[in-house]
T-cell receptor, first 112, second 114 residues
Framework: QQQVKQSPQSLIVQKGGISIINCAYE??????FPWYQQFPGKGPALLIAIRPDVSEKKEGRFTISFNKSAKQFSLHIMDSQPGDSATYFC???????????FGTGTRLTVIP | KAGVTQTPRYLIKTRGQQVTLSCSPISGHRSVSWYQQTPGQGLQFLFE???????NKGNFPGRFSGRQFSNSRSEMNVSTLELGDSALYLCASSLAGTANTEAFFGQGTRLTVV
């Protein structure tokens, strides 16, 4: 059973546009929600993370929106660039545990 | 500061053999977790080690095992390899204690079982 559901599976965005990736979870014990970016042949790289005590976190062009009541969180990439073309994974883990439950990934392609 | 180092980067093994993968965490990080990444199943947690003790385990058969040394380096072993074990095996390190902390991944070991 997939503990974290991610959509869409793939996304094509024009350069300068906004990329939005959504994730949902069921386990209310989750309290840490990171996003990872992975390029082909590389390991996932931590992009940005949020805890449920805030509804939004922004780092540069990347923003996480978090809706605790809906058990949903999303990644927004503003002013998307071709260099952002990669696979993005959302993840979640619960307090005191370091095992991450990953979404199935979104392959983002930014067209010049 | 050096990142997470995994060796070897690539491995080709035959069904029935066993394999050992190695992970050196970021200096000062005491938690090491292992993940399997496949196109079909995505990223799945194998186990986590902290201070040489397995602290958490995913839903994988007993053929998958690991250990951690006093310098926090970790090894993962897969015995009696099956074709379905072909995957990218990723190691992640974090400072860890009892609270969630950022996990940093290595580049992985690409295992091909033939």
């Amino acid at each position: 059973q997939q503990q974290v559901k991610q959509s869409p599976q793939s996304l094509i965005v024009q350069k300068g546009g906004i990329s939005i990736i959504n994730c949902a979870y069921e386990n209310t014990a989750f309290d840490y929600f990171p996003w990872y970016q992975q390029f082909p042949g590389k390991g996932p790289a931590l992009l940005i993370a949020i805890r449920p005590d805030v509804s939004e976190k922004k780092e540069g062009r990347f923003t996480i929106s978090f809706n605790k009541s809906a058990k949903q969180f999303s990644l927004h990439i503003m002013d998307s660039q071709p260099g952002d073309s990669a696979t993005y994974f959302c993840a979640a883990s619960s307090a005191g545990a370091n095992n991450l439950f990953f979404g199935t990934g979104t392959r983002l392609t930014v067209i010049p | 500061k050096a990142g997470v180092t995994q060796t070897p980067r690539y491995l080709i093994k035959t069904r029935g053999q066993q394999v050992t993968l190695s992970c050196s965490p970021i200096s000062g990080h005491r938690s090491v977790s292992w993940y399997q990444q496949t196109p079909g199943q995505g990223l799945q947690f194998l186990f986590e080690y902290f201070s040489e003790t397995q602290r958490n385990k995913g839903n994988f058969p007993g053929r998958f095992s690991g250990r951690q040394f006093s310098n926090s380096r970790s090894e993962m072993n897969v015995s009696t390899l099956e074709l379905g074990d072909s995957a990218l095996y990723l190691c992640a390190s974090s400072l860890a204690g009892t609270a969630n902390t950022e996990a940093f991944f290595g580049q992985g070991t690409r295992l091909t079982v033939v």
